[in-house]
């Protein structure tokens, strides 16, 4: 199992931030700003489903898992607590966060239901997270001339998500959830991901009053499709999980190793899932 130490990064999100704080980018500050729209609630319901996937487990085989989700637990709830903070400023600028209410309405459809459906979805929105973090940390493009507090928030959020990329997946397999589920939720939740990450971005220009302007979509063009952009660098690792020996384990985490052992100067360990 893998040891999740929970850190404690050291950044100031209460003071303001520009509204073009992707190097002057709309676009990529739109982009941005819509994927922590979706945080706060999201890992909250990720904390959920692998909590209750613990608990559902036979006792005699949680031993092996409890430092795991503990560890886990404990960066997702310093995730979602940054997160708030960062779109509390995002509500300051007069941006609407629509992405959380739609996420809260299909998800509520889940109440009462397999919490191995609850772990599936996880585990799928888990790779989602974990292939943006493999892209984040392999290339300064995405943050190019980004205010520095914001390119270390998403850095050091990138390479805890890489970390704790296995968590519910194996939850998942531990509580006998079946391929079939596994690759159909994955399917939905890409599907959902998507339209919800690029509504909400075009909402945020839309508010932001740059949607109109030529040079926003050249960026948005680049970004997502340009020489590489995020969908061609993202449709093989995407791929990746429809595969019948899929594990998150073997497909990257290095990189996000790698950034936490080089900038361990700025953060403070709270502690340690034993």
Same mark, same amino acid.
């Given at each position: ?9 050291? *950044? ?17 500050? +739109?982009?941005?700003? +819509? ?10 319901? /990720?904390?959920?489903? *692998?909590?209750?996937? @613990?608990?559902?487990?036979? =006792? ?21 607590? @940054? ?27 889940? !109440? ?50 890489? =970390?704790?990329?296995?968590?519910? /997946? =194996? ?16 399917? *939905?939740?890409?599907?959902?991901? *998507?339209? !919800? ?10 508010? !932001? ?32 999980? @429809? ?16 950034? @936490? ?14």
């Amino acid at each position: 199992m893998t040891d999740l130490p929970v850190r404690r990064l050291l *950044v100031d999100l209460e003071t303001p931030f520009a509204r073009h704080w992707n190097g002057g980018d709309p676009f990529r500050s +739109a982009f941005f700003n +819509a994927l922590s729209m979706s945080f706060p609630f999201g890992e909250q319901f /990720f904390i959920d489903s *692998v909590r209750a996937g @613990l608990q559902t487990l036979p =006792e005699a085989q949680r031993a092996p898992f409890e430092a795991e989700v503990k560890g886990f637990i404990g960066q997702e709830a310093t995730h979602r607590r @940054l997160h708030s903070l960062y779109n509390a400023q995002l509500e300051q600028q007069g941006l609407k966060n629509h992405w959380e209410p739609r996420s809260r309405r299909r998800l509520a459809r889940l !109440d009462g239901k397999d919490v191995r459906l609850h772990l599936a979805v996880t585990a799928a929105a888990e790779h989602f997270t974990a292939i943006l973090a493999e892209y984040l940390l392999a290339r300064d493009e995405p943050l190019a001339g980004a205010d520095p507090r914001m390119a270390l928030l998403w850095r050091w959020h990138a390479s805890e998500e890489s =970390e704790h990329r296995s968590t519910a /997946f =194996e939850l998942y397999r531990a509580l006998g959830g079946n391929e079939e589920w596994r690759l159909r939720i994955f399917r *939905v939740v890409s599907f959902n991901f *998507v339209c !919800d990450a690029l509504r909400q971005t075009v909402n945020n220009l839309w508010h !932001d009053g740059t949607w109109w302007r030529p040079s926003t979509w050249v960026s948005g063009w680049r970004v997502l499709f340009g020489r590489g952009g995020l969908v061609p660098q993202m449709y093989g690792p995407w791929r990746a999980y @429809l595969q019948a020996d899929f594990h998150p384990a073997e497909h990257g985490g290095q990189a996000g190793l790698d950034w @936490l052992r080089d900038n361990a100067d700025r953060f403070t360990l709270v502690g340690r899932a034993a």
